[in-house]
């Protein structure tokens, strides 16, 4: 039977589709929580440091504060307990020296490593196939890449 890849879903089908990727987003978070928990992180540390993941570029720490919906003094607080325990270090931002980064340690990359290591443990995430996290790796960036066309009033 032909699968119809033009009807748009029913309301009742998307808040279904809606509520799934809550869930499952808030299981992987607590997932991560958890395990920077073990760490000796708090979950607001552990959000921090999750932002700050290996290969993504650093932003200024006002930007790092919008993204995690914020503000940025809890940044800035986050960011000297992290640094108190070695795992960030502040920095001058590479395109503009008056601003600050914080970044990835020795010991921050090493806990990632771990992370990482556990994460393929315990999150479900990891039960799927390589081609499957493809797959879903490529809806969801189609599903970013069209939210930016959205006007904003109607974003979910």
């Known amino acids: 039977m032909p699968t119809d890849t033009t009807t748009p879903p029913t309301a009742e ?9 809550h869930d499952a987003a808030d299981a ?4 991560v929580a958890d ?5 000796g992180l708090t979950k607001s540390q552990a959000g921090i440091l999750w932002a700050l993941a290996p290969g993504i570029p650093p932003v200024p720490m006002r930007e790092l ?4 919906n914020c503000d940025p ?10 640094e108190a325990v070695g795992l960030v270090q502040r920095r001058p931002d590479p395109t503009d020296g008056r601003r600050r980064v914080l970044v990835l340690t020795d010991e921050g990359l090493a806990l990632w490593s771990r992370l990482l290591e556990r994460m393929q443990q315990r999150s479900a995430l990891f039960t799927l196939t390589i081609d499957e ?13 069209n939210r930016a066309q959205i006007p904003t009033g109607f974003l979910i």
Not at 65 to 68: E, H, I, K, T, V
Request: without cysteine; proline residues 0%; charged residues 15%.
């Open 13 to 21: 089908h998307a808040l279904t589709l809606v509520h799934q990727l």
């Open 28 to 31: 992987l978070s607590q997932d």
């Open 35 to 39: 395990v920077l928990g073990e760490a």
């Open 65 to 68: 504060a919008r993204r995690l």
């Open 73 to 82: 003094s809890n940044i800035t607080l986050l960011g000297d307990q992290l």
């Open 133 to 145: 996290q493809n797959q879903l790796l490529s809806l969801l960036q189609k599903v970013e890449t």
